[in-house]
């Protein structure tokens, strides 16, 4: 008995000592925590390692995971102006921005949906708003050209065809959820559009952004009020009026962000107004202050999409503190309470500081993932929201250069990709359908567990 307690005494000593420490008023200590959580993130990086992809982290995961873990990772880099993963970073973005830098490389192809494509954007554009270096070579247009390359083929697929607009979930005609519109797709190209408008002073953007917004209220994906709420998607089939009500803390997050950016750029009361109630309506992800993704945690549901919704959701707060300072002190709590469970959460795996789902439990929860560990380090480095300049424009020292008609050209991307099609073999097909249709079952099976 006595040497059981001598050994777990031991095992208390060790893992109390690596697990993640963190001062919530203390720089350096955000910034060790932060800098722990990099390192567990990009353990599931593949593109540093034998036979590895650059760009792309190891398996189960989509790939547009990895253009939101880059951002993350940015983030780090700006907010602890820590360079030690800076040509990693770039050379993830590069490799991945794919022949016509619009961010659909052809071995995405199978799988790319429209939000896959829109989180590379959101990647971009965080480079550019951080001030991160710049692309070195002269082919090699800017990160607000690349971004801009995302939002004119996004916007190029506006689809007023079936349920009066939006977008659809997926590019690809042989993917399944080609026939689904969701609040994603759409918020992303949305979120984009607000940060180009912001960045470059152009306010066609805003236009874009305004018809994305109400297209989403028309069609009841957003329903307005003084909480607003925020739905998941519906089939074409019935003009969208079959509403899956999953409520997902990425598409709150996203807008959120959005309208921050836009109100910050118009002074326009009305993205005030929306920046108001949508940050009402966030209060649904947290649990005695601390963020949880509702739609799937307490059921223990969240697939490895699902498990990294908080690291957006957490940055979109970040910025819109930033952004709208009338947010900041609800949003402050928010990340402080959360950032605190969060690092209790860090205490786990072999090396004991591998992050958990669950941040209002107080220790590990035995969940593991590159979603865990990009959440966590997102919601501690928007610690440091007040020690950092927000996002930076072309008039605030943002020294990226764009290309306003980028991805536009009629011989780029699009046409490729359509004769691409031809070459997809009916093995790819079937595959990528499966696999659609597993997320898209996930996506209903947490819509009937939402109802029941
Ligand atoms: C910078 O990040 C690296 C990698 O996470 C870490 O080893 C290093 O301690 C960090 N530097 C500082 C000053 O926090
Ligand atoms: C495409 O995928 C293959 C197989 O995973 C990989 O070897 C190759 O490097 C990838 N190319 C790009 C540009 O990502
Ligand atoms: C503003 O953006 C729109 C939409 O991309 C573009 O057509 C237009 O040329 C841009 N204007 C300027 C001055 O860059
Ligand atoms: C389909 O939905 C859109 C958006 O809600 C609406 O504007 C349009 O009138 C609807 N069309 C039909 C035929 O009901
Ligand atoms: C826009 O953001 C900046 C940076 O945080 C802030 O100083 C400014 O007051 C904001 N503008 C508005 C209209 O809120
Ligand atoms: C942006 O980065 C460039 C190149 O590293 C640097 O010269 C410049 O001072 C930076 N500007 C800001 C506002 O950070
Ligand atoms: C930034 O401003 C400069 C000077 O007005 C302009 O030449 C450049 O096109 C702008 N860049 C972007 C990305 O808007």
Redesign the pocket.
Known sequence: MKLLGLFTSIALFIFSTIAVDLDISDKDSICSAAALIADGTLDYYEGDKYGGTVGMFSNPYYWWESGEAMGSLIGHWFFCQNDTYEDLIYNALIAQKGDDNDYIPKNQSTTEGNDDQGFWGIAVLEAAER?F??PKDDDTPGWIAMAQAVFNTMWLRWDPDHCGGGLRWQIFTWNSGYSYKNTISTACMFNIACRLGRYTGNDTYFDVAEKAYQWLVDVKFVVEGDEMQVYDGAEIDDNCTDITKSEWSYNYGLLLAGCAYAYNSTEDDTWGDRVDSLLKGCDIFFEDDIMYEKGCQSSGTCNNDQRSFKSIFSRSLGQTAQLVPSTASTIQNWLQKSAEGAAKSCSGGTDGHTCGLDWTKGSWDNKYGLGEEISALEVIQNLLIDER?AP?TND????SKGDASAGSNPSGSQNQLNQDDLKITGRDKAGSGILTAIVLSALVGGAIWMIL
């Open positions: 001030n270096t710049n300049p930076l605030t020292g943002g020294t």
